[in-house]
Nanobody, 116 residues
Protein backbone atom coordinates (compact mmCIF):
# COMPACT_ATOMS: atom_id res chain seq x y z
CA UNK A 1 0.00 0.00 0.00
CA UNK A 2 1.29 3.44 -0.94
CA UNK A 3 0.94 5.95 1.85
CA UNK A 4 2.46 9.03 3.45
CA UNK A 5 2.25 9.49 7.22
CA UNK A 6 2.86 12.88 8.78
CA UNK A 7 3.98 13.35 12.39
CA UNK A 8 5.64 15.84 14.70
CA UNK A 9 2.92 18.42 15.12
CA UNK A 10 1.75 19.79 18.42
CA UNK A 11 1.00 22.85 20.47
CA UNK A 12 3.74 25.46 20.70
CA UNK A 13 3.99 29.08 21.76
CA UNK A 14 4.71 31.80 19.24
CA UNK A 15 8.42 31.94 18.56
CA UNK A 16 8.85 28.23 19.14
CA UNK A 17 9.90 25.44 16.79
CA UNK A 18 8.60 22.13 15.52
CA UNK A 19 9.94 19.58 13.08
CA UNK A 20 7.46 17.64 10.99
CA UNK A 21 8.23 14.28 9.44
CA UNK A 22 6.62 12.55 6.49
CA UNK A 23 7.32 8.84 6.24
CA UNK A 24 6.59 7.11 2.96
CA UNK A 25 5.83 3.50 2.24
CA UNK A 26 5.46 2.09 -1.24
CA UNK A 27 6.59 5.45 -2.57
CA UNK A 28 10.10 6.36 -3.63
CA UNK A 29 10.89 9.94 -2.68
CA UNK A 30 13.72 10.54 -5.08
CA UNK A 31 11.40 9.90 -8.03
CA UNK A 32 9.17 12.86 -7.15
CA UNK A 33 9.29 16.46 -6.10
CA UNK A 34 7.81 16.66 -2.61
CA UNK A 35 5.77 19.43 -1.04
CA UNK A 36 4.41 20.34 2.34
CA UNK A 37 0.92 21.80 2.40
CA UNK A 38 -1.15 23.27 5.19
CA UNK A 39 -4.80 23.98 5.75
CA UNK A 40 -5.73 26.62 8.27
CA UNK A 41 -9.19 26.66 9.84
CA UNK A 42 -11.74 27.98 7.35
CA UNK A 43 -9.18 28.25 4.55
CA UNK A 44 -8.18 26.22 1.53
CA UNK A 45 -5.12 24.01 1.58
CA UNK A 46 -1.99 25.80 0.37
CA UNK A 47 1.52 24.75 -0.50
CA UNK A 48 4.15 26.10 1.89
CA UNK A 49 7.31 24.47 0.59
CA UNK A 50 8.57 22.26 -2.23
CA UNK A 51 11.78 20.33 -2.80
CA UNK A 52 12.91 18.87 -6.11
CA UNK A 53 13.40 15.14 -6.55
CA UNK A 54 17.18 15.50 -6.23
CA UNK A 55 16.90 17.88 -3.30
CA UNK A 56 18.75 20.58 -5.15
CA UNK A 57 15.94 23.11 -5.47
CA UNK A 58 13.69 24.30 -2.68
CA UNK A 59 10.87 26.81 -2.77
CA UNK A 60 8.92 28.50 -0.01
CA UNK A 61 5.75 30.51 0.29
CA UNK A 62 6.52 34.11 1.15
CA UNK A 63 4.77 33.69 4.49
CA UNK A 64 7.28 31.05 5.68
CA UNK A 65 10.45 32.07 3.85
CA UNK A 66 13.37 32.35 6.21
CA UNK A 67 11.57 30.43 8.97
CA UNK A 68 10.84 26.99 7.46
CA UNK A 69 13.29 24.52 5.93
CA UNK A 70 12.28 21.53 3.83
CA UNK A 71 14.53 18.50 3.43
CA UNK A 72 14.41 14.84 2.48
CA UNK A 73 16.35 11.78 3.54
CA UNK A 74 16.04 9.39 0.63
CA UNK A 75 17.71 6.56 2.56
CA UNK A 76 14.89 6.77 5.09
CA UNK A 77 12.26 7.69 2.50
CA UNK A 78 11.28 10.56 4.78
CA UNK A 79 10.67 14.26 4.25
CA UNK A 80 10.98 16.91 6.92
CA UNK A 81 9.78 20.43 7.55
CA UNK A 82 11.73 22.32 10.18
CA UNK A 83 9.61 25.22 11.38
CA UNK A 84 11.22 27.97 13.44
CA UNK A 85 9.93 31.22 14.87
CA UNK A 86 6.38 29.95 14.56
CA UNK A 87 3.53 32.42 14.41
CA UNK A 88 -0.17 31.97 15.28
CA UNK A 89 -0.88 32.29 11.53
CA UNK A 90 1.04 29.03 11.01
CA UNK A 91 -1.70 27.12 12.82
CA UNK A 92 -3.27 24.40 10.71
CA UNK A 93 -3.08 20.81 9.57
CA UNK A 94 0.13 20.07 7.68
CA UNK A 95 0.28 17.47 4.92
CA UNK A 96 2.99 16.16 2.66
CA UNK A 97 2.44 14.93 -0.87
CA UNK A 98 4.13 14.83 -4.22
CA UNK A 99 4.36 18.06 -6.18
CA UNK A 100 2.00 18.31 -7.95
CA UNK A 101 -0.04 16.35 -5.41
CA UNK A 102 -1.32 12.84 -6.07
CA UNK A 103 -4.91 12.53 -4.96
CA UNK A 104 -4.74 9.14 -3.28
CA UNK A 105 -1.64 10.08 -1.28
CA UNK A 106 -3.30 12.63 0.98
CA UNK A 107 -2.86 11.41 4.55
CA UNK A 108 -4.34 12.47 7.85
CA UNK A 109 -1.91 15.31 8.28
CA UNK A 110 -0.33 16.62 11.46
CA UNK A 111 -1.95 19.35 13.53
CA UNK A 112 0.17 22.38 14.38
CA UNK A 113 -1.23 24.89 16.83
CA UNK A 114 0.68 28.05 17.67
CA UNK A 115 -0.53 30.06 20.62
CA UNK A 116 0.10 33.78 20.98
Amino acid sequence: EVQLVESGGGLVQAGGSLKLSCAASGFIFNEYAIAWFRQAPGKEREAVSTISSDGGITQYADSVKGRFTISTDNAKNTAYLQMNNLEPEDTGVYYCNAAPPIRHLWGQGSQVTVSS
